[in-house]
C-alpha cells in the first residue's frame, strides 16, 4: 500500500467524523446567511449528490434544480439527477437552459461576426460551453433570491486546482463544503452518506457538451492528480503539468484584487 492509497485508508476509516466535522461547518456557514435554506444545482454527478446528502444529514433545507442544455445532460444522468433526489427524499425541479442559452450564444455570435470581427482571437467553442455554468448559475441565484435561499457549492480541490470550473459560473456560491476535499475523498463520503452507486462510478463530466468527459478534457487522470495533492508523489512529467495547471489557474482562486495606495 502506497502513501495515497495509505491516506485514502485512514480517512475512509475515519470518515464518519469527517463528515460530522463538515456538516457542524456547514451549519455555522448556513446561519451566518440568515436565509431560509440553500438552492443547489442538480446534474446527477458525484459533487452534487454528495452536497445534497451532506444538506439532509444536516436539516439544512434544499432546493435542488436540474438544468439541462440540449443533450449535455444525457437520458441517463437526468435518471440519475431524479435517483438521488428520491434516494435522499428531496424536492427537485426541472429548468431547462437551452434557450435562454441559444439567445445568448446567438446574440454574442452575432456581435463577433459583426463588430469583433478582427479581435477574437479566444478560445470561441469554449465561450460558448461556459454559457452554460453562467446561465445556470444566474438562474439559481434569482430563484434563491425569490426564496430567500443561497447558493451551496459543489467544487472539489481537484477540479478547483486544475482550475476546472467557470469562474463566473460553477465557481460562484454563498459556502462550499467540498471545496478543500479532492475527488478521492468525496467518493469515498458518497459511498458512506448513502449516494446511489451508479453516480458514484460513473466517468465525472461537466456537463459542457454532449459525452464530455472530465479526465479527456483535463488531460490527466483525477488519481494522477488527487495522488499529487494528497502525497505530493507522481511521475515528473505529470507532476509539471499539475503545476502548470495550478500556475496557469491561480486567478480563478484569488478574490478580485483590489487597489489600495499606499497610506
Same mark, same amino acid.
Given at each position: 500500500?502506497?502513501?495515497?492509497?495509505?491516506?485514502?485508508?485512514?480517512?475512509?476509516?475515519?470518515?464518519?467524523?469527517?463528515?460530522?466535522?463538515?456538516?457542524?461547518?456547514?451549519?455555522?456557514?448556513?446561519?451566518?446567511?440568515?436565509?431560509?435554506?440553500?438552492?443547489?444545482?442538480?446534474?446527477?454527478?458525484?459533487?452534487?449528490?454528495?452536497?445534497?446528502?451532506?444538506?439532509?444529514?444536516?436539516?439544512?433545507?434544499?432546493?435542488?434544480?436540474?438544468?439541462?442544455?440540449?443533450?449535455?445532460?444525457?437520458?441517463?444522468?437526468?435518471?440519475?439527477?431524479?435517483?438521488?433526489?428520491?434516494?435522499?427524499?428531496?424536492?427537485?425541479?426541472?429548468?431547462?437552459?437551452?434557450?435562454?442559452?441559444?439567445?445568448?450564444?446567438?446574440?454574442?455570435?452575432?456581435?463577433?461576426?459583426?463588430?469583433?470581427?478582427?479581435?477574437?482571437?479566444?478560445?470561441?467553442?469554449?465561450?460558448?460551453?461556459?454559457?452554460?455554468?453562467?446561465?445556470?448559475?444566474?438562474?439559481?441565484?434569482?430563484?434563491?433570491?425569490?426564496?430567500?435561499?443561497?447558493?451551496?457549492?459543489?467544487?472539489?480541490?481537484?477540479?478547483?486546482?486544475?482550475?476546472?470550473?467557470?469562474?463566473?459560473?460553477?465557481?460562484?456560491?454563498?459556502?462550499?463544503?467540498?471545496?478543500?476535499?479532492?475527488?478521492?475523498?468525496?467518493?469515498?463520503?458518497?459511498?458512506?452518506?448513502?449516494?446511489?452507486?451508479?453516480?458514484?462510478?460513473?466517468?465525472?463530466?461537466?456537463?459542457?457538451?454532449?459525452?464530455?468527459? #472530465?479526465?479527456? +478534457?483535463?488531460? !490527466?487522470?483525477?488519481? /494522477?492528480?488527487? =495522488?499529487?495533492?494528497?502525497?505530493?508523489?507522481? $511521475?515528473?512529467?505529470?507532476? #509539471?503539468?499539475? +503545476?502548470?495547471? !495550478?500556475?496557469?489557474? /491561480?486567478?480563478? =482562486?484569488?478574490?478580485?484584487?483590489?487597489?489600495? $495606495?499606499?497610506?
Amino acid at each position: 500500500m502506497d502513501a495515497y492509497e495509505t491516506y485514502l485508508k485512514t480517512f475512509e476509516d475515519h470518515v464518519e467524523e469527517h463528515i460530522q466535522t463538515i456538516i457542524t461547518w456547514m451549519k455555522v456557514e448556513f446561519k451566518k446567511t440568515h436565509a431560509d435554506g440553500v438552492i443547489l444545482g442538480m446534474s446527477g454527478g458525484l459533487d452534487c449528490s454528495v452536497v445534497a446528502g451532506l444538506c439532509k444529514r444536516s436539516g439544512i433545507p434544499v432546493q435542488l434544480v436540474t438544468m439541462p442544455r440540449g443533450n449535455s445532460m444525457q437520458y441517463g444522468q437526468m435518471n440519475d439527477a431524479k435517483l438521488l433526489a428520491e434516494t435522499f427524499d428531496l424536492q427537485m425541479i426541472e429548468v431547462p437552459v437551452q434557450e435562454c442559452c441559444g439567445v445568448l450564444e446567438t446574440t454574442c455570435t452575432q456581435i463577433k461576426n459583426t463588430q469583433l470581427q478582427n479581435k477574437c482571437k479566444g478560445d470561441v467553442t469554449m465561450a460558448n460551453a461556459n454559457l452554460g455554468p453562467i446561465v445556470r448559475m444566474s438562474i439559481l441565484s434569482t430563484l434563491g433570491q425569490y426564496m430567500n435561499y443561497v447558493m451551496i457549492g459543489t467544487g472539489n480541490l481537484t477540479e478547483r486546482m486544475m482550475g476546472y470550473f467557470t469562474k463566473r459560473g460553477d465557481g460562484l456560491s454563498d459556502f462550499n463544503p467540498l471545496g478543500e476535499l479532492t475527488k478521492s475523498e468525496v467518493r469515498i463520503i458518497a459511498k458512506h452518506i448513502g449516494v446511489p452507486a451508479r453516480i458514484i462510478e460513473k466517468a465525472p463530466s461537466a456537463d459542457l457538451w454532449e459525452g464530455q468527459s #472530465d479526465e479527456e +478534457e483535463m488531460g !490527466i487522470k483525477i488519481e /494522477e492528480i488527487d =495522488r499529487y495533492l494528497l502525497t505530493g508523489v507522481v $511521475e515528473d512529467a505529470i507532476k #509539471d503539468k499539475i +503545476e502548470h495547471k !495550478i500556475m496557469v489557474s /491561480e486567478h480563478k =482562486r484569488k478574490p478580485i484584487p483590489m487597489f489600495q $495606495e499606499n497610506n
